[in-house]
């Protein structure tokens, strides 16, 4: 456990992190089974040991949380996949936001996160959960607040933005060190103002669909 893995921690730390890192070190990381298949794809988890429940997959890692320790998750790089470090330094830059995580620790192949309660709003879409324009608004804010901290906002898509009490955060900000610019919020930004109209906001649009789109885009965009 080196010293400098410690990030945004400051004078109230989080009391319980020792024994945590105890469990992630000795129960959880032998124990999690996740692969990178392919990398413009989710990574495939395998196996989450008991009692840790898998919060969700990007296409970096798997995030889990832990019953006893509700205030925090913990985002597993799968073996091979670059950006830790550089996900670590972009919260070391963005610091507090409420319309973000924080990371509190990094350790070989994990970091240590605040836990963000909300529903991604990929999830809303599948789901038929209407998702109001206070929640892009707030998205947008957060990330003029990115920018305003050198950082570039990147890849931030469906999966990695929630809603939580009706409000929008940004779950994944491992790409914001990124050079080249990216154009992905501004195309669903514009998708939400001419497609998602107020009465087709409740309907359930299959996940089937959502990935077709997806792959889509990234065609598209090639
Ligand atoms: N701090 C968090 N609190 C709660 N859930 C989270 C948190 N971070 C990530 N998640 C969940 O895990 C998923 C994958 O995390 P993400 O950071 O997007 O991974 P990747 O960098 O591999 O894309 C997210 O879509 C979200 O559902
Ligand atoms: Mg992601």
């Known amino acids: 456990m080196a010293d400098n893995h410690w990030t945004t921690v400051g004078e109230d730390a989080w009391d319980e992190r020792y024994p945590f890192i105890a469990q992630i070190e ?34 970096y890692a798997a995030v889990v949380a832990h019953p006893d320790f ?14 830790l470090e550089e996900e670590a330094e972009v919260y070391r830059r963005l610091g507090r936001h409420p319309a973000y995580s924080e990371c509190l620790y990094y350790g070989d192949g994990y970091l240590m996160l605040r836990r963000l309660n909300g529903i991604t709003l990929y999830d809303c879409i599948r789901k038929g959960i209407p998702i109001s324009r206070q929640v892009i608004d707030d998205i947008d804010e957060a990330l003029a607040y990115a920018v305003s901290k050198g950082l570039r906002p990147h890849d931030v898509h469906g999966k990695n933005v929630m809603m939580r009490d009706g409000r929008g955060v940004v779950v994944d900000v491992s790409d914001f060190l990124k050079p080249e610019p990216c154009g992905m919020w501004d195309d669903l930004k514009k998708a939400y103002d001419r497609f998602y109209l107020p009465p087709l906001r409740c309907v359930p649009v299959p996940g089937f669909v959502l990935n077709a789109v997806r792959k889509g885009y990234r065609l598209l965009k090639r």
């Open 70 to 83: 509700p205030e925090v998750v913990v985002k597993v790089y799968a073996p091979g996949r670059p950006g």
């Open 26 to 59: 000795r129960r959880l990381l032998p124990e999690l089974h996740i692969k990178s298949e392919q990398p413009h794809d989710p990574i495939a988890v395998y196996r989450v040991p008991v009692p840790w429940r898998l919060m969700g997959a990007g296409n």
